[in-house]
């Protein structure tokens, strides 16, 4: 057991989707650092499929009231399709995370108009002053979208090592032409999702739960 793989265990097991953060900007020469550490993930042939567009706080709070107004009266267009369904250990863990995210914020399960207004929190970015819209160019298809899904991880990992809080989000990535149009970004690329970032809110009730993972032995199938 190696001092290395120790403190990355304690980085993974600190990193969590926050969900409240603090009104203060995140300096840029940090967020180029957090950034650059993240772009050392490993993408078919070197690719580096990845391109951000990260909103200072200011943008942030602009583009969350536009997002949020048009989220309200519009249906979601996705580039990239959802999932068809959740089922088997998917559904129950998709389950036990809603209800441990509704019992942190205090939300009775049979409360359904507080569970859409927190359901909208997710076009507010639950008020980070940052958030990076993750895309890629529609030409590498699902190994782009799986190349940018290991420097989403990356980059909330070195987001957690400096000190700050995140969240990768599927729900703005939902609405495509709106934030297509509202960035000017060329048709040959696809959003594939936001990570909204700051400085956590601790003490934040919301920010208390996390999920259970699921262990080596229910992972690997040895053969």
Known sequence: MTAELVSFEALLAARHSCRAYLPRAVPRELIERVTDAAARAPSWCNA????????????????????????????????????????GRYKTRRFDCGMQLYDAAGIA???KP?????????????????????????????????DCGGFVTAFCLAARAAGLGSIPQAAPAGFAPFLRDWFALPEDRDILCAISFGY????????SFRTPRATAGEIIDWR
């Open 48 to 87: 580096q499929p990845w391109q951000l567009v990260i909103t200072e706080k200011d943008s942030t709070e602009r583009l969350a009231a536009a997002l949020t107004e048009h989220a309200a009266q519009s249906a979601m267009q996705p580039d990239l399709p959802w999932p068809t369904a959740y089922e």
């Open 200 to 207: 956590p809110e601790e003490t934040a009730p919301i920010n």
């Open 114 to 146: 507080a569970r859409a207004a927190q359901m909208m929190e997710n076009f507010r970015f639950f008020g980070a002053p940052h958030m990076a819209l993750v895309t890629a160019p529609s030409a590498l298809g699902p190994y782009g979208a799986i």
């Open 109 to 111: 399960r049979s409360d």
